[in-house]
């Protein structure tokens, strides 16, 4: 696919930058990381963001960064181990807000910003599959394909999407650059902003979709831009960003 086709089969949005976790704080008493109210954020500055989800026990879509709910919620458990009504009742972030499902998001956002969704496949039970039929299902409410990009750092999960349907990004840091060689069987790679300065991964621009993830601060952005399509950023102003 050329790097041309590929551009005209996403929101432009997204080239306008993407809220890490949705539009949140620092301070995550307020807006909390992958939260409702993150989303909402992001929907109201009219900016693109990212997401997380995972597998519950009963096969349920929540949206979480971490498999282990001791950071965001102050209380130890892991998602994939339990069910999403125990979740719902004894889980709350650091807000007092709910763990929303990827359901949930979607039916508030309504396609008003685009959505990139990262699949977390569960290494103990390899449940890759799984995750990424579940997440297909789940897409069927959108009507506009370009609103939604796919990443992840398993393969094993994107390659269960066809190309025609999502743009696909594959996740690359320095800790799995091996993936990296894996490029070629998708639209995009999304890369750790600190492997820019490698020249091999400052080509790749050309015939792929380039993401890179996630930078703090205006002057990592404008030492990248050129290397990147899109950038994935946390902490900046987001009218900034988009007038980049």
Not at 57 to 66: A, M
Not at 148 to 157: G, K, R, V
Not at 202 to 213: A, E, G, T
Request: proline letters at 2%; hydrophobic letters at 35%.
């Amino acid at each position: 696919m050329k790097k041309s086709e590929i551009l005209n089969r996403i929101n432009p949005l997204f080239l306008k930058g993407v809220a890490h976790r949705g539009l949140h704080d620092r301070e995550y008493e307020k807006i909390c990381e992958n939260s409702m109210s993150a989303f909402k954020n992001a929907r109201d500055h009219k900016v693109a963001f990212e997401l997380d989800v995972h597998l519950t026990k009963d096969k349920k879509l929540l949206v979480c960064h971490d498999s282990n709910l001791k950071r965001v919620t102050g209380k130890e458990g892991e998602i994939e181990l339990l069910t999403l009504k125990e979740l719902k009742e004894n889980y709350r972030l650091l807000n007092g807000e709910e763990l929303p499902t990827l359901e949930e998001v979607l039916e508030e956002i309504k396609e008003e910003v685009p959505i990139v969704i990262e699949l977390k496949g569960y290494s103990p039970t390899k449940n890759y599959k799984e995750l990424a039929l579940k997440v297909h299902k789940a897409l069927e409410v959108i009507k506009d394909k370009r609103n939604i990009i796919l990443i992840s750092f398993q393969p094993q999960c994107l390659v269960h999407f066809k190309k025609e349907e999502y743009i696909r990004s594959l996740l690359v840091c320095k800790e799995s650059a091996w993936v990296f060689a894996l490029r070629h069987f998708f639209e995009g790679v999304d890369l750790d902003w600190v492997l820019f300065k490698e020249e091999k991964y400052q080509k790749v621009k050309k015939d792929k979709l380039i993401m890179c993830w996630t930078l703090e601060n205006e002057n990592d952005i404008n030492e990248i831009k050129d290397y990147a399509d899109s950038i994935t950023y946390q902490y900046v102003d987001p009218d900034w960003m988009k007038n980049l």
